[in-house]
């Protein structure tokens, strides 16, 4: 995975935090306990228009007319653009957050150049708000007495009593990203500290330290103060990106599913040549292709797919996802589209699908 350090104006008290854990802890499982773990960011839609500055001249989707014949099955794929400089940005720290099944998901992104992404529930829809000198000095400091983040990637798992059975029910995880001294990324994943059962777990001063950090994080105008704001309030964020994939298989896809025969494929050539492979962890799917592609013309190009293609998946605008199939060809299609955000943008288009 390609990532950039931030500027060690912004990293050197915040690297005090990544380094402060990392010698008191062992590596842990990357899994938490069973009905603890924080899963993936549930896929959500991306937004239709550029809002940031416009990136470089990138190549677009070709959007073909509806064939008249079944097409040809080979052409040439498209190729992924490069990334645009304008739309990119280091990440400071980001916190998901997961509780019960991931039904009422949460994310909060904070940028080296003082941007704050934001969930809104309200709305689903990802907005952002750039912090004050005053507002990002006052987060960067939380993070540096934080003590929480480990220099790597760390499961900090709760310890039963022994002797004692804890009760089964579900629980809050919060999965942090943070980036390295080294100009890496490192994960921490945990479960907060309210959602251990007094009396069944032993104590643990990193689950104590990591909510606290959480829970402050996911109040940003609280963090930041009633100064810290350069903006006067929420807009919505649009990507300058979105990453198109498509995984494809033989078979027919249920018979309610839309099918492409009147539209073809409109990111033009062959969905089973479209853009690069990538290893996808859905094992059922023997082709696995994706793209990063200028928004608007991603955008445009999906509203060329038969209706019922693409949905929200969950009710955010993050991910949009769905099936669909090409009879003449004997071929089934999940195909998904997601906001690129300013921090992924030299991520390789596969990471991007299971960075969430």
């Known amino acids: 995975m390609r990532t950039r350090s931030l ?18 802890v062992d590596a842990a499982a990357c899994a938490a306990p069973a009905g603890a773990s924080p899963s993936p960011s549930a896929p ?21 007319p509806p064939p008249t014949s079944t097409p040809d099955p080979a052409p040439s794929p498209v190729q992924s653009p490069s990334p645009s400089p304008a739309a990119a940005a280091d990440l400071l720290v980001r916190l998901d957050v997961c509780a019960d099944a991931c039904v009422d998901p949460r994310r909060e992104e904070y940028l080296a150049d003082g941007r704050v992404i934001h969930l809104d529930l309200q709305t689903g829809r990802l907005v952002e708000r750039r912090l004050s000198p005053s507002g990002l000095a006052r987060v960067t400091a939380r993070l540096a007495t ?85 903006d006067p309030g929420w807009t919505r964020f649009f990507p300058t990106k979105v990453a198109v994939f498509v995984h494809v298989r033989d078979g027919v896809a249920p018979f309610s599913s839309p099918d492409l025969g009147a539209t073809g494929w409109p990111f033009g050539g062959d969905p089973r040549t479209f853009g690069e492979p990538f290893a996808s962890p859905l094992d059922a799917w023997p082709i696995a292709r994706c793209a990063v592609l200028n928004a608007a013309a991603a955008d445009a190009a999906a509203a060329r797919l038969p209706e019922g293609a693409l949905a929200p998946w969950g009710y955010t605008d993050f991910w949009r996802a769905g099936t669909a199939a090409w009879a003449q060809r004997g071929l089934e299609l999940q195909v998904s589209l997601r906001s690129v955000l300013p921090d992924q943008d030299s991520l390789p288009c596969g990471d991007l699908f299971t960075y969430g």
């Open 7 to 24: 500027p060690a104006t912004v990293t050197s008290r915040v690297t005090v935090a990544l380094l402060a854990l990392a010698l008191a």
């Open 44 to 64: 959500i839609a991306p937004a239709t228009a550029p809002r940031s500055p416009a990136p470089s001249p990138v190549p677009t989707p070709t959007v073909a």
């Open 146 to 230: 934080a003590a929480g983040l480990p220099a790597h990637d760390l499961s900090v798992d709760p310890v039963p009593v022994p002797g004692k059975t804890p009760p089964g029910h579900g629980a809050t995880g919060y999965t942090f990203i943070a980036p390295t001294a080294g100009g890496g990324r490192a994960t921490v994943r945990t479960v907060t500290a309210r959602s251990l059962d007094s009396g069944y777990w032993q104590p643990d001063p990193r689950i104590d330290r990591l909510t606290a950090l959480g829970d402050a994080l996911l109040e940003p105008e609280t963090l930041a103060g009633a100064d810290g704001w350069a």
